[in-house]
């Protein structure tokens, strides 16, 4: 467990203890779990590993423009729409045309054919934003789209380029037959310093396989000097790569061009905040689909990405619907459907290990108005400021732990049912782990409010232990109530009541209860005499239960930079220094924040070289 921070240096072993931390006054009746929680906050900044890195927004050329939908065929001619745009940057003005032409079963269109003037003179410029071809002939359908869009440049606060302005070329492809479905999408940017280029397919078929793992589709991916944002955890099931093989694989493009020129800029506008240039930055990616006994669909993906930062990340889908729908049969109101996100993510770089799960908000049982809710979260940190911590959560923490920044959120695991207007229940448990403690809990609460009656049912149970300082809290409750509302006048309350209320905490043994009975209450203390209060632990017990034994392993020393070679000299290592470039690292078990020079203390902000 990584050892919470002290004062100053450790002292040697025949030196006095240091002084105790002052603690204030005897805290309420809840404070100990709080305070013995609340040791756990430390101000630390979010690992990048967790959030990844987030993209420039990016605008194009046709994001501008304002369409008018015609919709009017004239024999083999289609004209789908027509667009107005001003251009600010050049003065100019555009008009657009999107427009198709049929020949039997092909179908070619142009999206975005665009002639422009500047404002103040008449000097026309022709652009074309996209084309596309589309092959129908019985059960085999074949399509292709291609559009160019032009990246506006970003700037951060300063006025600084986060990234300049780019070309982009993007396309789209798809056939379909009635047994397989391939489609693929890829981008190429080029920019000023470097080109970039990914391309992501994804194959819809049979394969095969054993009935607990029937794959039935494929994908994989690549990109150069591409980086890829991966998504938090209750964003997986939309993450573009995995949206598009589950929900998206074979199915192409809408037939109409206007509504297929739409659907690609969606697409590609997902894409882009979540697969973006970044100069010397890769990824690979590789998926697979599969059933299991036909009840269970799932999708999971590897997404390694390596160059300026290494990352290994897997995302995956589980969906189950009972009774299964038959591809051919009638529909059936399910009576459950549970989907289940999954992410796990491997980062050498910055130390950091993650596996979560969590039920998406398709998710329900019995009716559709009772969600299922909850979520798995298991992090470790083997590097970087966190270095030593791990936590994990199914369900949650307790309610009055003061969780970390860095820490996961994880939902409770339970349900949330409207059963009708006026009826509601919802409940949840959970349990957590950490180096500093253990905690679990749960709460159950039903409420029925019709008219001008009102009734409730509350359980709720939670439970805290943790040590070095040892200490436990627990806390239980239970409350019925009904109440009624009547108009004479003047509005007035009738409010009946039962529940109890205890609390015990320790060492020593001691607790509260409070039982209350519509307008008769009692409040009882037992156990030990004593108010809750959190001892801290003494320095003997803190060193032998976090710090080396060997206090040579209390302090390494090494050279960072500047090393030119290393001699024995009378059976002793010497280093040879460059002092130009001499860089010592200095690390400890415990936090620090004084050194000493020979006699001199040097203040750390102040230390060079």
Same mark, same amino acid.
């Given at each position: ?9 450790p ?9 105790? !931390? ?34 420039a ?11 008018i939908?015609?919709?009017k ?14 251009? #600010?940057?050049?003065? #100019? ?9 049929s ?31 589309d092959?129908?002939?019985?059960p ?21 380029v /986060?990234t ?27 920019? =000023?310093?470097?080109?970039? *280029? ?6 819809? &078929?049979p ?37 598009? &093989? ?19 800029h ?39 990405s ?19 729908p ?50 798995? &979260? ?10 030593g911590?791990?936590?994990?959560? *199914? ?23 409207? /059963?009708? !207007? ?9 349990f957590?782990?950490? !180096?500093? #403690? /253990? ?14 009656l009102?009734?409730?049912f ?14 436990y ?23 009946v ?7 015990v905490?320790? =060492?020593d043994f ?9 307008? /008769? ?7 030990? &005499?004593?108010t ?17 034994e060997?206090?040579g ?6 050279? #960072? ?13 010497q ?6 470039d ?20 040097? =203040? ?6």
């Amino acid at each position: 467990a990584a050892p919470p921070p002290i004062a100053a240096t450790p002292p040697a072993d025949n030196a006095p203890p240091p002084p105790l !931390p002052t603690l204030p006054a005897p805290p309420p009746l809840n404070q100990p779990a709080q305070q013995a929680i609340a040791t756990t906050n430390e101000p630390m900044s979010t690992s990048p590993a967790t959030t990844g890195v987030t993209p420039a927004p990016a605008g194009s050329a046709a994001s501008g423009i304002q369409w008018i939908t015609i919709g009017k065929g004239f024999g083999p001619v289609q004209i789908n729409r027509l667009g107005l745009q001003f251009e #600010m940057a050049r003065q #100019m003005v555009w008009a657009y045309l999107d427009a198709g032409l049929s020949i039997g079963p092909l179908t070619f269109t142009l999206d975005g054919l665009g002639m422009g003037t500047p404002i103040n003179t008449f000097a026309p410029e022709f652009r074309l934003l996209g084309i596309g071809i589309d092959y129908k002939a019985g059960p085999v359908e074949i399509g292709a789209a291609f559009l160019r869009t032009h990246v506006d440049e970003v700037l951060d606060a300063n006025g600084q380029v /986060v990234t300049p302005a780019y070309d982009e070329y993007s396309g789209l492809a798809t056939i379909k037959t009635p047994t397989i479905g391939l489609s693929a999408v890829g981008s190429y940017s080029d920019l =000023p310093e470097y080109k970039s *280029l990914f391309i992501y397919a994804v194959l819809n &078929a049979p394969l095969g396989g054993p009935a607990f793992f029937f794959v039935t589709g494929l994908a994989a991916g690549f990109g150069f000097n591409r980086a890829v944002k991966t998504p938090d955890i209750t964003a997986v099931a939309q993450f573009p790569l995995v949206n598009l &093989a589950v929900s998206g694989a074979g199915s192409g493009p809408p037939s109409g061009p206007g509504e297929r020129t739409n659907y690609i800029h969606e697409i590609l506008d997902q894409l882009r905040g979540s697969i973006y240039p970044m100069k010397g930055q890769y990824f690979l990616a590789a998926g697979i689909h599969f059933t299991s006994f036909e009840l269970v669909d799932s999708f999971a993906m590897l997404l390694v990405s390596f160059g300026k930062h290494f990352e290994i990340d897997v995302l995956g889908l589980s969906t189950v619907v009972v009774p299964t729908p038959l591809p051919d049969g009638p529909a059936v109101t399910p009576v459950a459907e549970v989907q289940l996100a999954l992410k796990a993510v491997f980062n050498p770089g910055d130390g950091f290990l993650s596996i979560e799960a969590q039920l998406t908000s398709n998710s329900f049982i019995l009716d559709k108005n009772c969600h299922l809710t909850g979520g798995f &979260a298991f992090y470790c940190w083997f590097g970087g400021p966190h270095q030593g911590d791990f936590v994990l959560s *199914l369900g949650g923490f307790h309610p009055n732990f003061q969780k970390p920044d860095y820490y996961p959120t994880v939902p409770r695991l339970g349900l949330n049912w409207q /059963v009708t !207007p006026d009826l509601s229940i919802q409940g949840g448990i959970y349990f957590a782990l950490t !180096p500093h #403690m /253990v905690m679990a809990g749960g709460r159950l609460e039903a409420l029925y409010q019709g008219g001008s009656l009102k009734a409730w049912f509350t359980l709720a149970a939670d439970f805290l232990i943790c040590w070095k300082p040892y200490h436990y809290d627990a806390h239980a409750m239970l409350d019925i109530g009904v109440e009624y509302t009547y108009h004479l006048f003047g509005t007035h309350h009738i409010n009946v009541t039962v529940g109890a209320d205890v609390h015990v905490w320790g =060492p020593d043994f001691a607790g509260h209860a409070h039982i209350h009975l519509w307008c /008769v209450t009692y409040d009882l203390d037992f156990g030990a &005499a004593t108010t809750p209060k959190l001892e801290p632990i003494d320095w003997a017990t803190f060193r032998k239960s976090f710090l080396p034994e060997d206090t040579g392993k209390m302090v390494q020393l090494s050279v #960072m930079a500047g090393l030119l070679r290393k001699e024995q000299v009378d059976a002793v290592e010497q280093h040879v220094i460059n002092p130009r470039d001499f860089q010592l690292g200095v690390d400890l078990v415990v936090p620090y924040k004084a050194l000493q020079i020979g006699a001199r203390d040097v =203040p750390l902000q102040s230390l060079r070289p």
